[in-house]
């Protein structure tokens, strides 16, 4: 029982001087367990596997460069590929290749199917015409690329509010359309420099 009341005493004085240390270190932070793996993370990655991400981390970031300077320059087209009525309305292909919204600095060239009407079922319409002035145009930078905006009365008794969005990392872009007496009409499709 001696032994056991002296085992017992040297474990508890030893707890008293281990318990503290362990309760007053500090916890691991986030930022030395991310430090902690990503060193273990790049000691697994070969040379050659560093050099191909740093090769099409080289090749997105020129992308995005393109895109972005393409924007600036507002000379280039939108060719959509997809396009429905907004909100539930099914989606259409487009094949045309001769359907796209271009912009040459200060004027734009609209030739786009939109759906007209107040009611469904809508009536679809190919608009075809050059606005000379683009009311209210603004091109603003957003954390996913673009966003160009602008009014036109499109040559009707109807004002219409093009929204096109631009996505610099990929290159894609989705144009809405819409106006006080027709619903909106959606497009998907990317963007191109003009030459």
């Given amino acids: 029982m001696k032994k056991f009341l002296l085992i017992f005493a040297i474990t508890a004085s030893l707890m008293a001087i281990v318990v503290p240390i362990v309760v007053t270190s500090t916890p691991p932070t986030e930022a030395n367990i991310e430090a902690a793996?990503?060193?273990?993370?790049q000691r697994k990655l070969d040379a050659k596997h560093q050099e191909r991400i740093a090769r099409r981390k080289a090749r997105q970031e020129a992308f995005e460069h393109f895109i972005d300077s393409t924007v600036l320059t507002h000379n280039f087209r939108f060719?959509?590929?997809?396009?429905n009525v907004e909100p539930a309305g099914s989606s259409h292909m487009i094949t045309n290749p001769n359907i796209e919204l271009s912009f040459y600095g200060d004027w734009a060239d609209v030739h786009l199917p939109i759906y007209q009407g107040f009611t469904p079922p809508?009536?679809?319409i190919l608009v075809n015409s050059a606005i000379t002035s683009l009311t209210d145009f603004v091109t603003v930078q957003t954390d996913n690329g673009w966003r160009v905006t602008f009014s036109s009365w499109?040559?009707?008794?109807?004002?219409?509010?093009?929204?096109?969005?631009?996505?610099?990392?990929?290159?894609?872009?989705?144009?809405?359309?819409?106006?006080?007496?027709?619903?909106?009409?959606s497009y998907w499709g990317s963007i191109s420099p003009l030459y």
């Fill in 79 to 83: 060719t959509p590929t997809m396009f």
């Fill in 122 to 124: 809508y009536r679809l």
């Fill in 37 to 41: 793996a990503e060193r273990v993370r």
């Fill in 154 to 185: 499109l040559y009707t008794s109807n004002d219409y509010t093009f929204t096109l969005d631009i996505y610099s990392k990929t290159g894609g872009a989705t144009l809405s359309v819409g106006s006080d007496f027709s619903p909106t009409t």
